[in-house]
């Protein structure tokens, strides 16, 4: 019973460097989301999918791309990470979009 | 701009104590959920209120919705040191396609 698993768990890039971040939730959730977490800002939407091809834009999505190819996954890219993008960065299912949020366990990056 | 605001931003007290927790808007939601964070974790639910005024208790937590459905609190009893972590309330908007996290509340109970 994995939830929502994120990888990697720590990162560290230099700038300018790219890579990508992987979410997979085996619940068949068709909302997936991907927040970034900063010191006093909250949780923060970068991108969401409501199913499998569908991706949309949420409040800060500059500077990210992603994918929801097939439906228990949602990956997010950066490429050309810049030190405003260091932060804690989480991947969340969802059955409904306004439902409970399943969250991963986050991966650290750390842009150089 | 953040639509909901939450207060205290910290919270150290002793175990035993009382506490309640804030979560401000000028907005209004359809409903407000409550989540805990712990270090290294993601936030987990506690709980969903749906209904202006509705207040729902689980264990020595209390969540009461505001009649305006605008804000929300969190009232802990006899505080535990199990109950620390980050508190995040989250607001869902008719209409708006994600939900809206609030600053977050750090609670420490120390034993």
């Known amino acids: 019973n994995a939830g929502v698993t994120q990888t990697p768990k720590f990162r560290v890039l230099k700038t300018g460097q790219s890579m990508t971040l992987l979410c997979a939730q085996d619940?068949?959730?068709?909302?997936m989301y991907w927040y970034r977490q900063d010191p006093g800002m909250g949780l923060r939407l970068i991108h969401y999918?409501?199913?499998?091809?569908?991706?949309a834009k949420g409040e800060v999505p500059d500077g990210y791309n992603v994918s929801r190819l097939k439906k228990q996954n949602f990956l997010l890219g950066l490429e050309s990470a810049a030190p405003s993008q260091t932060s804690v960065y989480f991947c969340?299912?969802?059955?409904?979009?306004?439902?409970?949020?399943?969250f991963g366990q986050g991966t650290r990056l750390t842009v150089v | 701009t953040q639509l909901l605001e939450q207060s205290p931003q910290f919270l150290s007290i002793q175990e035993g104590e009382n506490l309640t927790v804030y979560c401000n808007s000028s907005?209004?939601?359809?409903?407000l959920q409550w989540y805990r964070q712990e270090p290294g974790e993601g936030p987990v639910l506690l709980v969903t209120?749906?209904?202006?005024?509705e207040v729902k208790k689980l264990k020595r937590l209390t969540f009461q919705f505001g009649d305006a459905r605008k804000d929300s609190s969190l009232h802990i009893t006899a505080a535990q040191p199990g109950d620390t972590g980050l508190y995040l309330c989250?607001?869902?908007?008719?209409?708006?396609?994600?939900?809206?996290f609030g600053t977050g509340t750090r609670l420490t109970v120390i034993p």
């Open positions: 969340a299912s969802s059955y409904l979009w306004s439902g409970e949020a399943f």
């Open positions: 619940m068949n959730h068709e909302y």
């Open positions: 999918s409501v199913g499998e091809g569908t991706t």
């Open positions: 907005s209004v939601f359809s409903s």
């Open positions: 209120v749906v209904t202006g005024g």
């Open positions: 989250a607001g869902a908007q008719t209409g708006a396609n994600n939900l809206f």
